[in-house]
């Protein structure tokens, strides 16, 4: 049965190759299991396990009505902040700044629902970054403000602010967005994204031996992340034309900038989480870290990739 405003037919078919792709994905790491036993079968798999959950949850906020589509993607992005939050110490003087924090969550997603790009844009980049301070202020507690502000405005930014793009996606009109709307665009960008997360650990697993920021990801390498990058710009190229409305030399380049992204956003999280001293944001999903750890890829990717859309594709600059 289809949803009153029916998804295009290409959304639910490129939905069925990614499922396609993980089951084969499990499959061989299932055999991998038992002829190549150690870590780094244990950590592939990991990782397609992880591409499953994004996917998935994904695939529901795509698929279903988008106000829902919407609200779910808020809630994700609202775990995201609270798992942040949950890291960092705060001072009790700050304690209604944060219910406010909080509450930037539906105004964000609400800007994107209805896709008003300069509320959306200045919400929490301007406003919410003055007041913020301004109350804290206010509160009369000087002693940890820098940090206070520090810690929260950027929290704010590297979680609410950057995955409410994908929202921002989702509302993007068809006419700009290509034959599967939106949601193909959202589509794109969150398998590309987990696609080239996987293929960069696979390349430097084979043969990775140089690594590019040893002190924050002792396991990444410059094979694996050229691997990951030219894996990834050849999947967007095959997608592009049937998901987005780009011509395959533009989806080339814009799988490209989500790889690159990608991996930025990894690592940022990774530093910031290597300076607390934990390994995972969270328990939520056993054996496999919280929903920050799933997302961090996506911290840089979808305001990147969003932003390139807008500013080159959507305004008809190429």
Known sequence: M????????????????????????????????????????????????SWWFMITIFAIAIVTNRIVSTVFLAFVTFLAFKEYLSLIPTRRVDRLILLFAYWTIPFQFYFAHRNEYGHFLTFIPVWTFLFIPMAMTLAGKTEGFLRAVGTISWGLMITVFALSHTAMLLSTDKALAGPAGGAGLLLFLVALTQFNDVAQFTWGKLFGKHKIVPKVSPKKTWEGFIGGLSSTIIAAAVAGPFLTSMPFYYAAVAGGIIAIAGFLG?????????????????????????????????????????????FFVFSGRV
């Open 2 to 49: 289809r949803i009153p405003d029916a998804l295009p037919d290409n959304v639910f078919y490129a939905i069925a190759v990614i499922y396609g792709l993980l089951v084969i994905a499990s499959i061989a790491v299932a055999v991998m299991k038992r002829t190549r036993p150690g870590e780094g079968t244990a950590e592939l798999s990991r990782r397609v396990t």
């Open 266 to 310: 990894d690592i940022t999280i990774s530093a910031f989480k290597r300076d607390l001293g934990v390994k995972d944001s969270g328990g939520l999903i056993p054996g496999h870290g919280g929903i920050l750890d799933r997302v961090d890829s996506l911290t840089y990717a979808a305001p990147v990739f969003y932003h390139a859309m807008h």
